[in-house]
């Protein structure tokens, strides 16, 4: 993976946003489902950067709800390739939530999503 170190910085993806109640269940806390599509797009958005292909996701896994996001809470997704394989790839994404009107920051989420990158005729395709 040494040889992609310069391309996997590139293509690491920071999203920002507010959870706001619309999002929330409740216990006023973002729903696990809007938190997990929220990770999936990011992780997408990475794998593309990476690749510059077509590519789909095929599995998450291991997805961590390690603390609870409040609603008015502002959250930063970080997707980052860390595997490549010969037609797949996959991405961590880690969920941030800081408080709004305080300075502190901690690690919420977090999870992993594989991607294969596919042709015309959506076949799996070679991903670098």
Same mark, same amino acid.
Request: aromatic content about 10%; glycine content about 4%.
């Given at each position: 993976?040494? &040889?992609?170190?310069?391309?996997? $910085? /590139? @293509?690491?993806? &920071?999203?920002? /946003?507010?959870?706001?109640?619309?999002?929330?269940?409740?216990?006023?806390?973002?729903?696990? =489902?809007?938190?997990? &599509?929220?990770? *999936?797009?990011?992780?997408?958005?990475?794998?593309?950067?990476? !690749?510059?292909?077509?590519?789909?996701?095929? !599995?998450?896994?291991?997805? *961590?709800?390690?603390?609870?996001?409040?609603? #008015?809470?502002?959250? +930063?997704?970080? =997707?980052?390739?860390?595997?490549?394989?010969?037609? @797949?790839? $996959?991405?961590?994404? #880690?969920?941030?939530? +800081? +408080?709004?009107?305080? $300075? !502190?920051?901690?690690?919420?989420? @977090? =999870?992993?999503?594989?991607?294969?990158?596919?042709? +015309?005729?959506? &076949?799996?395709?070679?991903?670098?």
């Amino acid at each position: 993976m040494d &040889q992609y170190k310069e391309r996997i $910085e /590139k @293509s690491e993806t &920071q999203i920002f /946003k507010v959870v706001f109640p619309n999002t929330t269940n409740h216990y006023h806390t973002l729903f696990g =489902g809007t938190a997990m &599509q929220l990770m *999936d797009e990011v992780a997408f958005i990475a794998a593309t950067r990476f !690749s510059r292909k077509k590519v789909v996701t095929v !599995s998450s896994s291991k997805i *961590d709800f390690k603390e609870s996001i409040p609603a #008015d809470t502002i959250i +930063e997704l970080v =997707g980052k390739v860390v595997k490549i394989g010969t037609t @797949s790839l $996959e991405v961590k994404v #880690d969920i941030y939530k +800081e +408080e709004m009107y305080h $300075e !502190s920051r901690k690690k919420s989420i @977090s =999870g992993f999503f594989t991607f294969v990158a596919v042709d +015309e005729n959506k &076949q799996p395709t070679s991903i670098i």
